[in-house]
């Protein structure tokens, strides 16, 4: 059984998003149907609406940073209750018995995630739709509690920038004592030095934009390297232990990678449309290393959350309505936002 809701997305590569009406479950026995308050717009938005990553299914309702109030759930519900805050991020579902989704590392399961949009709903054999929408049903085991004192609308990009960062950050056990790089200021950057600072680092802002220096020292960085500059660089070589990338485009990865410590690490979160070519000996000499890291599993997710309750963490947002979507999707592309769009989604409503 299917109830219909509001929802806006594309029914093609080269079409621009417009209203539509998308299939949702009926509660089930261990759902949670959430009425959408809030959802953040993503860079992967974009992508895949645009099939830019390639295999798209049309039509195509983008959205995975969703925070909204429980308006119903299912009778083996244990975890949830009517009318609680909830939120949903990049995935409603996984095997459960794979190595990595017995680990709690649900975004790694080796038999393939359910993304929360364009991912397949085993439920009614379809396509998942995301929060560009009036409500979602979500297994509860994949909805997460939000901290009653965030802001709602500039905590929904905590479910996938937040939690993006958070994870390496966390696993590379950043803390006091340690110096911090965070390469680009956009909307993973700007959390990045948020919850960076807040894990007692030292951060260091890299930049190419001498225009964020001011910013940069607004969201909590305790250094700026322009990396434009080469004797900023040169000064800086061998002094980080740990640098989290959070840039998309094109870059020299070496460069970056010369001004870790001894036995420091890079981990990439900004995905880059084409490979990033690694010198050798910019990791043998000091043991360096290079890696990567995909948001986070269900258990660290609402730590993250938790942890920005904890020290009042959130986005820094430009309010947008559902039908201004497609100028926002322009925008981002400008990098034209300081630093994420979130959609009221009372607008798709009225």
């Known amino acids: ?139 509860q085991d994949f909805v997460l509690r939000i901290p009653s004192n965030l802001d709602l609308a500039s905590t929904a990009p905590l479910l996938c920038a937040g939690i993006t960062t958070y994870s390496p950050l966390r696993h590379w056990h950043v803390g006091p004592g340690q110096k ?61 232990h740990f640098i989290l990338d959070c840039v998309s485009a094109q870059h020299d990865i070496n460069a970056y990678l010369s001004l870790l410590k001894r036995d420091g690490s890079l981990t990439l979160v900004g995905a880059p449309e084409y490979p990033l070519p690694v010198a050798p000996f910019s990791l043998i000499p000091a043991r360096k290393s290079f890696s990567g890291s995909m948001i986070g599993g269900i258990a660290e997710t609402q730590e993250m959350l938790d942890f920005c309750g904890e020290h009042n963490i959130v986005s820094d947002i430009e309010l947008i309505r559902m039908q201004d979507i497609n100028e926002a999707y322009e925008r981002l592309l400008k990098g034209d936002v300081k630093y994420r769009f979130v959609i009221d989604i009372e607008s798709l409503k009225n």
């Open 180 to 240: 911090v790089g965070v390469v680009g200021i956009g909307g993973l950057g700007h959390m990045a030095v948020k919850i960076a600072k807040a894990m007692g680092a030292y951060v260091v802002v890299i930049t190419t934009s001498a225009s964020k220096v001011d910013d940069a020292k607004r969201l909590g960085a305790d250094e700026i390297i322009l990396s434009t500059d080469e004797a900023q660089m040169h000064a800086n070589v061998g002094s980080l």
């Open 1 to 139: 059984m299917t109830t219909t809701a509001k929802a806006f997305g594309t029914s093609g590569a080269k079409e621009n998003l417009k209203p539509l009406t998308v299939d949702r479950r009926e509660v089930q026995t261990n759902d949670v149907e959430i009425d959408i308050l809030y959802c953040g717009v993503c860079h992967s938005d974009l992508h895949t609406a645009r099939n830019e990553w390639g295999g798209t299914v049309y039509p195509n309702v983008p959205g995975h940073e969703i925070v909204g109030r429980i308006t119903k759930v299912g009778a083996g519900v244990t975890k949830f209750k009517v009318g609680e805050l909830a939120g949903v991020g990049c995935m409603v579902d996984s095997c459960r018995t794979c190595e990595s989704c017995k680990e709690g590392l649900e975004q790694y399961c080796e038999n393939g995630n359910i993304q929360t949009y364009n991912g397949h709903d085993k439920h009614l054999n379809q396509q998942t739709f995301g929060g560009y929408s009036e409500r979602v049903v979500v297994d």
